[in-house]
Each structure stands twice: as C-alpha cells, then as structure tokens.
C-alpha cells in the first residue's frame, strides 16, 4: 500500500506544534510550530529536508495559521493527505480511546474543558479551525487522558467527599499518555519482553513532567492528577504544593484565584526556583558557573522526581525497567544521574559511560553491570497519534 500521510497537530493557547507523519517514515515529511498566535509578532517556522525556515504571519490566530500551513502540508504530501490527529489533552472519563470528531464529540471536549482551562480550549481552537479549512478529511482526536483510564479506583480518587467526584469529576486523570504508551511499548520492544507481561516506570521529562506506573501494558499509576499542574516539578508549574496555599495567599496577600493559577502554572517549578529559566539545559549552563539559584532548582527537580518514582513503584509487582524520555529525559545524563542516585534502595544505579553517551537521540540502557534496567528512550507523541489516528480511520 503507498504511505498514507497523517497532519498531527498539537495546539497550545498561541501555538500549534504540526508534524505531516507518514507512519513508514522514520522522519518527519515537514514539521514545525506557529508561535505567538494573536500578537502582531506571530510566526511561523517549520522543517522541510532538514532545511529551517520561518514566516511572520503578524495577527495572525490558529485559523490564519492553520490556513498558511496546510497548503505547505498537502504539498509535502504530494496532495494525498489521508486525515488530521489532534492532541487533546483532557478527555475525562468519557473517552478511553482515539475518537473521530463529529459535532458530539466536540461538544463532549467542550463540555470537560472546565477541568483543562489552560489546554482544552486550545485544542478546540485547532480542531475548529482544521474543519472550517478541511471538512471533507476525517479527524481523530487522540487524548492524553486516554491510556490512565485502566487507573485503578484506589490511585484515581482524592480523598475529599463523594459527591465531588460523582457529581463534578474531582478525581485524578494524569496526562502524557499518549508519550507513557509509546515509550513504555517500545521498552518491551527492545528488550524483548511481552508487553502483557512488563513491568516499568517511565517519567517523561519536557515541558510539562509526569512519572507512569505500567504494567502489562495498562497504566496503573501516574503522577499528574485532575489538572496537569499536579506531581513533579516542571518548567513552569510547581507540581504539588500545600492545597492550603490558595487561601493563604488569599488571606495573607489578598491574591485572586486566577493570579494564584498563574503563579503556580506560569511562574513557578523551574522557573520560579531557578529566578533565571525555565529551560533545563539554560539551568544546566548557569549551574556549571555556580548560579545558586539554578543549582537549586536542579536539586529539587531531581529529588521530587525520585520520590515520585519511589512512590509509583507501589504499583508494580516487580521492576523491569526506569526509562527516561522527553527533552530532558533524553538529553540530560546530569538530571538522570542526580535521580538515580536517590533511588538506591530500589537497587538502582548507572553506568556513567553508558548514561553520558545516551543524547541528541542516542537511546540505549544506561545502567551499572547486575542492576535492574535504566533505558533511554526517544518519545515521538507524533508518530503515535499518527498510528492511533490511522488504526481509527481504518476501522
Ligand atoms: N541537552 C539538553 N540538556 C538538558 N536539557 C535539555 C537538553 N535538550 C533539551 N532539554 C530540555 O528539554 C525541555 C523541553 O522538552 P521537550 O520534550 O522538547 O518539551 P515539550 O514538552 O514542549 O515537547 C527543556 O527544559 C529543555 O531545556
Ligand atoms: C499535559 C501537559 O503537561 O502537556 P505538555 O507537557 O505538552 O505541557
Ligand atoms: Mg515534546
């Protein structure tokens, strides 16, 4: 059969990140991210045969984008486009698989939007904007939500009353399944073992960060919660913080709910302990010239995230393996060393040659001789909502 082309697109509140997948393709046909959306300095850049190149599209919004992008997208296609992948981040307990989009299921995204103001909305820009521009190609909505819906009750309930569960769908959801999915399959891959019978914990370390329990190939716990504010420490978002801190920031500074949400979401994790980036590899850079602001930051993320995974491998009945993946997974031997070393008492511990080598891509098991697996393992959310939206559109 020829390939069939995927447009994957992952929309944020003024960005859309875009990858044209054609699923016997190692590499991206054309990938890129429109930036700024809605300020008079929007742009466009994207990847074509490894050549960059970029685009002012000032005023421009998701739809005007979308609209210079496509033509772009259908001619790396050679005008065979066969359908569009979304990213939705939360899709509440309704939606355990990949859905195509109709008028329902839309109003459905809309109606859980409450629980993901920051990204939902973002996501329903996109898919409005691709119908409006495409209506005759099918569209699937892949959803980060999906793969935790095999959490037992016991790890998906906050323990505050019933009736807030039952009634308002307080309850923890987690996040970046669709990234703990392919790396976790592909771990069983490399190594050899059954899926239906694996045992690992995966943390995915980009932007946002979440650590997974999988086994046999099912989440069975996962750091992020109703929100994907909760767990870890990321780039900008604390992760778990005292659930008193809203009031007593109300109380004492007399701080409005919304800017309480921007600080912990926009202000903090990396960012607000460093004062300097959120970026990890910035962090890395000012450590190494003795940024005590950044050194901290580091010590911290790694710590939280140790505990996070001490704390998943209650779900596991024996482990095969920790892999690292996303930007900071794949490319930091310093954060994954750092994590290691507070994880002795689950026998774990690296090879340091084997870990320093494991970067840009370069994936491999990085731990000492006779100690339980450590893998690095290049994530490609892409290439999986590609698959899940051809696996859709086929049946
Ligand atoms: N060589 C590197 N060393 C340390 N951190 C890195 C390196 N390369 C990328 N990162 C970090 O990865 C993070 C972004 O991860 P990524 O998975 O690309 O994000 P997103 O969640 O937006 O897809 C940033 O903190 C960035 O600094
Ligand atoms: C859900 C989430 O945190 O997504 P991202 O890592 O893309 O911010
Ligand atoms: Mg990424």
Redesign the pocket.
Known sequence: MPSRNILVI?CGSSSIKFALVKPDQAQFAISGLAERLGSTDAVLHWQRDNAKHSLAIAGGDHRSALAHLLPMVQEAADGQLHGIGHRV?HGGERFTSAQRLDAEVIDAIRAIAPLAPL?NPASLLGIEAALALYPELPQVAVF?TAFHQTLPEHAYRYAVPQQLYREHGVRRYG??GTSHRFVSLRAAEVTGLAVTDSSWLVAHL?????TCAVVDGQSRDTS?GMT?LEGLV?GTRSGDVDPNLHSHLARTLGWSLEQTDRMLNHDSGLLGLSGLSNDMRSLEQAREQGHAGATLAIEVFCYRLSKSLAAMSCALPRLDGLIFTGGIGENSPLIRSKTVAHLRLLGLALDEDANARCIRGVSGPIQAADHPRVLVIPTNEERQIALDTLALLDT
């Open positions: 992952n981040v990204h980060d996040f970046h980009g932007n946002g960060c979440s992020m994907p990321m």
